[in-house]
């Protein structure tokens, strides 16, 4: 599956913004899928996950309360909606995907990702 997030900008603190990221060749489905960002000088962290067996939702402690993750089935899409945002909420955010449901907080079991997309937020 080929994925393509879109949707990030440069927001003021406590605005929102919406990231989406598509899927082609594959049908989303099929994958559970996640949301990670890395912020300069940091590692790359965990922020979302939706899982494909039965549509559990999985959320950082920092976004908790602030961020959603679904899925449109019909678009073959995810989203992450971010409300309430933070300067500390910037980073390029990646989508990933995995054909599995479990371990959705660690990166390195995803086997597809999106090229990224960048969020500002401004003090």
């Known amino acids: 599956v080929q994925l393509q997030a879109s949707g990030g900008g440069l927001v003021q603190a406590g605005g929102f913004l919406r990231l989406s990221c598509a899927a082609s060749g594959r049908t989303f489905s099929n994958y559970s899928g996640g949301w990670f960002r890395r912020a300069p000088g940091k590692e790359r962290e965990f922020v979302a996950a939706i899982s494909r067996r039965d549509g559990s939702t999985y959320y950082a402690d920092t976004v908790k309360g602030r961020f959603t993750i679904s899925r449109d089935y019909a678009k073959n899409t995810m989203h992450l909606q971010m409300n309430s945002l933070k300067p500390e909420d910037t980073a390029v955010y990646y989508c990933?995907?995995?054909?599995?449901?479990?371990?959705?907080?660690?990166?390195?079991?995803?086997?597809?990702w999106g090229q990224g997309t960048q969020v500002t937020v401004s003090s």
């Open positions: 990933g995907a995995r054909s599995s449901g479990s371990n959705l907080q660690f990166s390195r079991y995803y086997n597809h």
